[in-house]
C-alpha cells in the first residue's frame, strides 16, 4: 500500500481552546478545519487534574459541549466532535467520571504528571486506563520529550495491551514529542493498532504541525488504513462503536 498521504486525511481529533490552555476559541478551531477541507474535528481540551492547564472540572466539560453542539447546529458541513483529554491518575482511574465521559463523541487519555514512577507501574497506570472502554486513544502514549527523559513504560506491553483492548495510540504532532516514533508506529500497524495522528494544537496556527506526525507514519510506511483519522467520519463513528463494544 502506498503511503498515508496529506490527501488522506479527514480530520484533526486532538485540539485544544481557551477552554484550557489554548489561544484561540472552539469557533476559531473549527473555522481552521474547515478551511482545511476537514470533515471532522475534535474539541479535546484537558480535565480539571491537569490544573496548571487550566484543565476543565465535569461542570464545565458538559458546558463546553453545550456550545460545542450549539455551534454544531451552525455549521453542519463539518462533524464537530465532543471530547476531552483526560488525565490519567497515578492509579490509572480518570479524573472525569465515567458517566459524563459517556456524554463524549471520542475521549483521549494522558499522562501529565508522577512520570517518575517504577516502569511497571506506570506501564500498568497505562494500561488500566486503557481499560476503561471510554477511553478511545491514549495521547502522546511513550512520554517522549525530546532533550529529556521519556517515561520509563515498557512499550511492548504497551503494545500488546492496545491490540488487546482495540485503544488507538497517538502519533502526537507537537515538536518536542513527536510520540510514537517511527519505529513504535510500525509495530503498531504491524499489530493491527490503529494510530491517530493528533496536532495537539493550541492555536489554529498550531494546526499545521499535522504534518510532522505525517512524516512519522510515512517514515513508519503507514498507509491510510493505519490512520484513524484517514478514515470517513462515517467510518470513524463506526470504528467508536466497534471499539466501545469491544
Known amino acids: ?92 482511574a480518570l479524573d472525569i467520571s465515567d458517566d459524563v465521559l459517556h456524554k463524549a463523541d471520542i475521549i483521549l487519555a494522558s499522562v501529565h504528571d508522577s512520570i517518575s514512577m517504577e516502569s511497571y507501574a506506570l506501564t500498568g497506570r497505562l494500561i488500566r486506563a486503557m481499560e476503561n472502554p471510554c477511553v478511545d486513544i491514549l495521547a502522546h502514549p511513550t512520554g517522549r520529550s525530546i532533550g529529556q527523559s521519556d517515561y520509563r513504560v515498557d512499550v511492548d506491553e504497551l503494545i500488546c495491551a492496545a491490540a488487546r483492548l482495540g485503544v488507538a495510540l497517538e502519533i502526537n504532532c507537537a515538536p518536542n514529542r513527536l510520540d510514537i516514533d517511527e519505529r513504535s508506529a510500525r509495530r503498531c500497524a504491524d499489530a493491527g493498532i490503529a494510530l491517530a495522528i493528533g496536532s495537539d494544537a493550541h492555536s489554529t496556527c498550531e494546526m499545521s504541525l499535522l504534518e510532522l506526525g505525517m512524516g512519522v507514519a510515512r517514515r513508519a510506511r503507514c498507509s491510510s488504513k493505519d490512520i484513524l483519522n484517514a478514515r470517513s467520519a462515517k467510518d470513524l463513528r463506526a470504528w467508536l462503536v466497534s471499539h466501545r463494544s469491544h
Open 1 to 92: 500500500p502506498c503511503p498515508v498521504g496529506h490527501e488522506d486525511i479527514h480530520g484533526d481529533l486532538h485540539l485544544h481552546t481557551d477552554w484550557s490552555d489554548g489561544l484561540d476559541t472552539v469557533e476559531d478551531m473549527v473555522a481552521e478545519a474547515m478551511r482545511r477541507s476537514y470533515s471532522y474535528v475534535a474539541v479535546s481540551d484537558h480535565t480539571a487534574y491537569h490544573s496548571t492547564a487550566h484543565g476543565l472540572s465535569a461542570e464545565r466539560l458538559l458546558a463546553q459541549w453545550e456550545a460545542v453542539e450549539a455551534l454544531q447546529r451552525r455549521c453542519p458541513s463539518i462533524a464537530i466532535l465532543k471530547s476531552a483529554e483526560v488525565d490519567i491518575l497515578p492509579d490509572g
